[in-house]
């Protein structure tokens, strides 16, 4: 079982850059799965991306490809998630899942581990 910490929330203006962080303890890390979750409010929590344990091939959602770079570092049990060209639209809670053994996934019923959230705003 893997514990996720997430950071790196705030408020930002619109075109401007935040850079999230996930911190995993509790089990290997090098084994899972990591994705960038996102939930506005009344939404459903959207994909953002996600990088694969085996490969370190990320995948994005068509609405933040090109402005997010996710990126791992298994040394340190830790996942980015730098945006740029943050927009309005992107305001939302934004969640760091785990799944252990996958190579992709993006739905969020797929992931069995969740962090608790930091809140990203952007202002027009």
């Known amino acids: 079982q893997v514990q996720l910490v997430e950071s790196g929330g705030g408020l930002e203006q619109a075109g401007g850059s935040l850079r999230l962080s996930c911190v995993a303890s509790?089990?290997?890390?090098?084994?899972?799965?990591m994705a960038w979750f996102r939930q506005a409010p009344g939404k459903d929590r959207e994909f953002a991306g996600s990088?694969?344990?085996?490969?370190?091939?990320?995948r994005y959602a068509d609405s933040v490809k090109g402005r997010f770079t996710i990126s791992r570092d298994n040394a340190k049990s830790t996942v980015h998630l730098q945006m740029n060209g943050l927009k309005p639209e992107g305001t939302a809670v934004y969640y760091c899942?785990?799944?252990?053994?996958?190579?992709?996934?993006?739905?969020?019923?797929?992931?069995?581990?969740w962090g608790q959230g930091t809140q990203v705003t952007v202002s027009s």
């Open positions: 899942a785990a799944k252990k053994y996958a190579t992709e996934g993006t739905s969020a019923k797929a992931y069995d581990y």
């Open positions: 509790g089990d290997a890390f090098n084994w899972y799965l």
């Open positions: 990088i694969s344990w085996r490969t370190n091939i990320p």
